[in-house]
């Protein structure tokens, strides 16, 4: 019995073996398998990722949106840049590597040793950029060389191109690399470092249509870091095209006009409130910010005393000098201090108390009514009319006329201007109000401030009848495809508080400012267009008791800035100007003739190109306006 127990204990464990044996064999045999077809049939392939070779993500840069005006004129687009840059993983001895590409592309070691240096701490898989935007010769050496430069490549990006240098350089704005504080914050989230983002203007407000979506691509790269083939792509999403409602020649014409001067010039449709030009001088080429500058160019614009980086357009503040009579007028009319018959005397000065308060023409205008105290400037006129109704209902008035806020333009930093009240210099200097203050300020001087867009909008408010329409930039957004995705305009940021019988007043005398001899404008008159304006000219230092110094004969920086603002033609307003040139001393001579040129510019292109503009005749018909 023991026996034949043995024997089948026995028999149990051979068969068990031989199933271990098996499957050890079998498990071998699929091992072998597997390593011949990896080092027999796939040797090649598999020889080239044993040399060092490995996958990478590379990130593809979006073509950012184009800027047009608003006929469809390109103003802003892209261009490749050709960027060198090196991967350190790669480029071992790295050291050997960059004394090898210096000496081909001449370019110090140092220089390029010290732009590793600044991305201490950065992946080694990550490529740095040595240089941007490099030559075509130094393209060609690299290329001929690339064998022998471990690590090194030469990525093509695309680079923002402003067409026209300084062509509405603070309205387009400018590109510049991401700050790392601005890389922190949320509204920048997913840019990385080296990014080019909007930091001024056009550019900086729509970024986020103007900027598009990276792609990227998985690639394999052999031990030389250069790319062997491509895994897979994702396109990027270019940005959307933006049109904006200036018009290229006018906006050309506007540059023009103001030369070397330091000022402004904006022009605007009154129906719309859809800027025309915007124009601010000296301008910078905005191109030097992407393809960058040396710290000495920075220096030389930041310490230019002519401002190049301010839009003086929105952010210049100025005294409105006797532009601002066109507040002090509606607020006359309006609450019945002054009506169309009002007559006062004017020997050349005004006496107030134990002061005296002088006009402009030392011999004065004779006796002036509102009309033509507005066509000739008579500032005695003005003077009691602002004493009789007080610092506080004028700047009710100029309030509701838009002047001591921003106008609401979407663009960064606008100024507000300043329009004094009682309680305003009480707060601020602790001294009460005098009442000799007020003279001043009905006349644009004192504490009074506004801007030429400010100004403009205001013009513009009289042209149309009244209503105060928000300013705008941007006339239509586009997808790279043609689909529209936003439109400006058609905001209405206010209506002035004035009757019609109180419009009419006032716009003949604007109207008389320009078309009658004695107008302080009447350089500006057009044949064929009737053109309503206003002149002013504003104090930069206050004149001392018996200063009759001429402005001519001061230092430039303390001689008066010129003011002119118009629209035209008078009985259907397609376009208002402002006018700002510093220290241009009388706005008849200085800023009038250039508005006259931009109105004629803009009437002439829309003339030809549209039915006939007509104009009011005197006799209440209306007749057409020839052709310039």
Not at 178 to 194: A, C, V
Not at 195 to 223: C, H, Y
Not at 505 to 517: D, E, M, P, S
Request: hydrophobic share 35%.
């Amino acid at each position: 019995m023991r026996k034949y127990l043995n024997t089948t204990d026995s028999d149990w464990y051979k068969q068990r073996l031989t199933g271990v044996i098996f499957c050890a064999i079998a498990a071998f045999l699929i091992l072998i398998s597997r390593l011949f077809y990896l080092q027999v049939i796939e040797r090649e392939e598999y020889g080239r990722l044993s040399q060092n070779n490995c996958i990478r993500l590379q990130t593809i840069d979006p073509q950012r949106g184009l800027i047009f005006d608003r006929n469809g004129n390109l103003l802003v687009d892209n261009r490749p840049s050709f960027d060198l840059c090196i991967t350190l993983k790669d480029a071992k001895p790295v050291e050997q590597t960059i004394e090898k590409l210096a000496r081909h592309i001449q370019v110090p070691v140092e220089e390029l040793m010290s732009k590793i240096a600044t991305e201490k701490g950065i992946s080694s898989y990550k490529p740095i950029v040595l240089k941007s935007d490099i030559g075509r010769d130094a393209l060609a050496a690299i290329e001929v060389h690339k064998f022998d430069l471990p690590g090194v490549e030469v990525n093509v990006k695309p680079l923002r191109n402003y067409i026209n240098k300084k062509c509405a350089a603070h309205l387009i704005g400018y590109l510049s690399q991401i700050s790392t504080d601005e890389l922190k914050s949320p509204k920048y989230q997913g840019y990385s470092r080296g990014d080019f983002i909007g930091k001024f203007g056009v550019e900086k407000t729509f970024e986020q249509f103007l900027n598009g979506r990276p792609g990227g691509r998985q690639v394999e790269v052999n031990a030389n870091g250069q790319v062997v083939r491509i895994l897979k792509m994702v396109d990027a999403q270019p940005g959307h095209n933006i049109y904006l409602t200036i018009v290229e020649d006018v906006q050309k014409k506007a540059e023009e006009l103001l030369g070397d001067r330091a000022g402004a010039v904006v022009a605007m449709e009154p129906r719309t409130g859809g800027i025309l030009a915007m124009a601010s001088s000296p301008a910078f080429d905005q191109n030097i910010f992407v393809s960058g500058m040396s710290h000495e160019e920075w220096d030389s614009l930041n310490s230019n005393p002519f401002r190049p980086m301010t839009n003086k357009a929105i952010q210049g503040e100025y005294p409105p000098a006797s532009t601002y009579k066109i507040v002090t007028a509606i607020a006359g009319l309006e609450e019945g201090v002054i009506n169309e018959n009002t007559e006062f005397y004017c020997p050349g000065h005004y006496r107030f108390g134990d002061r005296v308060f002088h006009c402009w023409k030392r011999g004065g205008h004779g006796y002036v009514n509102v009309v033509k105290a507005l066509a000739q400037s008579c500032d005695v006129f003005f003077y009691p009319g602002g004493e009789k109704l007080g610092v506080d209902r004028l700047a009710f008035y100029a309030k509701a006329c838009g002047l001591g806020s921003s106008t609401g333009i979407c663009l960064d930093h606008e100024s507000p201007g300043l329009i004094p009240t009682a309680a305003w210099k009480k707060l601020r200097t602790g001294v009460p109000w005098q009442a000799g203050e007020t003279l001043s300020i009905s006349i644009g001087q004192g504490y009074n401030l506004a801007t030429p867009l400010q100004m403009l909008c205001l013009t513009s408010a009289i042209g149309n009848n009244g209503t105060r329409h928000l300013p705008f930039i941007v006339k239509k957004i586009e997808t790279a495809a043609g689909e529209t995705v936003f439109e400006g305009g058609g905001q209405i940021a206010g209506q002035i508080p004035v009757s019609k019988k109180t419009l009419d007043i006032v716009k003949k005398g604007l109207w008389a400012v320009v078309n009658n001899v004695r107008g302080t404008a009447s350089i500006a008159k057009i044949d064929g267009i009737d053109i309503c304006g206003k002149t002013g000219t504003a104090q930069v230092i206050g004149r001392k008791k018996n200063d009759n110094t001429k402005d001519e004969d001061r230092l430039d920086h303390f001689k008066s800035h010129a003011w002119f603002v118009a629209y035209a033609p008078s009985s259907d307003p397609q376009i208002a100007v402002a006018v700002l040139v510093e220290h241009g001393e009388h706005g008849s001579s200085a800023a009038a003739p250039v508005a006259k040129e931009l109105i004629k510019t803009y009437l002439l292109k829309e003339a030809s190109g549209k039915s006939e503009l007509v104009r009011n005749s005197g006799n209440g018909t209306r007749e057409k306006i020839p052709r310039l």
